[in-house]
């Protein structure tokens, strides 16, 4: 059973930066097989992929809403994802997620952990 756990989140100004790490366990070298995406749900709106990385880190994707804002990595050593959150802004605000994707979709593949909550205050 693959648990993910996330954490990092916080209250921050706008403007400011925020790093997100997600750990993934029960899945050994399965992780390193798999394009993994950071997703996030603001209040009464529907979960979105916001990031995405391939399964050997070399290629990234990102919503228009976080472009040259955002930035995903992973360590696979350690079965990690991070996100690296710069000048945040309020509509940032959400609980924050990462899930592995099916293929190179937007469909979180693996069951969903907590989330982690950022606040952004203007």
């Known amino acids: 059973q693959v648990q993910l756990v996330e954490s990092g989140g916080g209250v921050v100004q706008a403007g400011g930066s925020l790093r997100l790490s997600c750990t993934a366990s029960?899945?050994?070298?399965?992780?390193?097989?798999?394009?993994m995406g950071w997703y996030r749900q603001a209040p009464g709106k529907q979960r979105e992929l916001v990031a995405r990385?391939?399964?050997?880190?070399?290629?990234?994707l990102y919503s228009d809403s976080v472009k040259g804002r955002f930035t995903i990595s992973r360590d696979n050593t350690n079965n990690k994802v991070y996100l690296q959150m710069n000048s945040l802004e309020p509509e940032d605000t959400a609980v924050y997620y990462c899930?592995?994707?099916?293929?190179?979709?937007?469909?979180?593949?693996?069951?969903w952990g907590q989330g982690t909550q950022v606040t952004v205050s203007s």
């Open positions: 899930n592995a994707l099916v293929e190179w979709t937007t469909q979180g593949k693996w069951s």
């Open positions: 029960g899945i050994g070298s399965t992780f390193a097989r798999n394009a």
């Open positions: 990385i391939t399964s050997g880190g070399g290629g990234t």
